[in-house]
C-alpha cells in the first residue's frame, strides 16, 4: 500500500509540476499572471467524467463539504492542488518511523 501511495503521489506531485510550466509559460506569453484552475483541467482532461461529477457532489455529500468542494477547491490554480496532494500522499507513503532505543555505553 505504501509503494501504491508513494506511486500516485509522485505522479500527481508531476503533474503539479507540469501545469507550475505550463502556466508560467503561458503568463510569460501573455506578460500576466495567468493560472489555470482546477475546473478548467479537470474538465479539458476528463470531458466524459467531470460533467457527471456535479450531480454527484449535490447528491452526496453534505451542504458544508460541497461549498468548501465547489467555491473553493474547484477554483484554486491545478499547480497548488497538485503540489498539496502530491506531497501528502508521499507522506502517508513514507516508511513509519522506528523507535529510539536507548542503549548502554559497555
Request: proline share 8%; charged share 10%.
Amino acid at each position: 500500500m505504501r509503494a501504491f501511495l508513494r506511486f500516485v503521489g509522485f505522479i500527481v506531485l508531476t503533474g503539479g509540476f507540469v501545469a507550475f510550466v505550463i502556466d508560467g509559460a503561458r503568463g510569460i506569453a501573455n506578460s500576466e499572471f495567468v493560472f489555470t484552475p482546477l475546473a478548467a483541467t479537470l474538465g479539458g482532461s476528463l470531458p466524459s467524467l467531470f460533467p457527471g461529477l456535479a450531480p454527484w457532489l449535490t447528491d452526496a455529500l453534505p451542504a458544508s463539504v460541497r461549498m468548501l468542494a465547489a467555491s473553493s477547491l474547484l477554483t484554486w490554480p491545478t499547480w497548488i492542488v497538485g503540489t498539496v496532494v502530491g506531497i501528502a500522499l508521499l507522506w502517508l507513503g513514507r516508511r513509519p518511523v522506528e523507535p529510539f532505543r536507548f542503549k548502554p555505553l559497555r
